[in-house]
């Protein structure tokens, strides 16, 4: 939650400043925004592998102190704060979609997207931890997780490029 928090305050602030409350049309800039940051997500993904690995060489009490109690907790609240950036972003995107006169439409729209949002969560808590953390190891799962966001990066793209 300490990585949510802020990410989802600073996207909503990107959103109210660029437009008003209401839910767009998506714009170029939302996808571009969304592209960003799920670059940065596979960038991430492919940089934790060895970081992990510095940390691990930290054989001291205070190196471990510093990667056990620091840095692990750093890198949590990082990775807490890209999915509290995609979130909104991601509900701004699709409900432009809906019709903003229609809040039960609206309501059934957000709510669909937290479903699948909670689903996923739970999906990816329970392959992670019960197959791939046990059975790849870490750094293998990092490389999955990379190769799942550079998946919906290039998804991404192929919907901006047909104007979905």
């Not at 309501?107 to 953390?133: H, N, P, Q, R």
Request: net charge positive; charged share 10%; aromatic share 10%.
């Amino acid at each position: 939650m300490a990585g949510l928090v802020p990410g989802t305050l600073w996207m909503n602030q990107r959103l109210t400043r660029t437009g008003s409350n209401t839910p767009p049309t998506p714009s170029q800039k939302g996808i571009r925004t969304l592209l960003k940051i799920e670059f940065s997500c596979v960038i991430y993904s492919f940089i934790l592998p060895v970081i992990f690995l510095l940390i691990s060489n930290l054989k001291t009490p205070v190196g471990i102190f510093i990667g056990v109690e620091l840095l692990f907790p750093i890198l949590t609240i990082i990775t807490g704060f890209f999915v509290g950036a995609e979130f909104p972003l991601g509900n701004k995107l699709y409900l432009g979609k809906a019709s903003l006169g229609d809040s039960h439409q609206v309501g059934k729209v957000a709510g669909g997207l937290y479903g699948v949002d909670l689903f996923g969560a739970c999906l990816g808590g329970l392959l992670s931890t019960i197959i791939f953390i046990p059975i790849l190891g870490i750094f293998q799962t990092c490389f999955i997780c990379g190769l799942l966001k550079v998946a919906s990066f290039i998804l991404i793209l192929r919907l901006r490029k047909k104007g979905v």
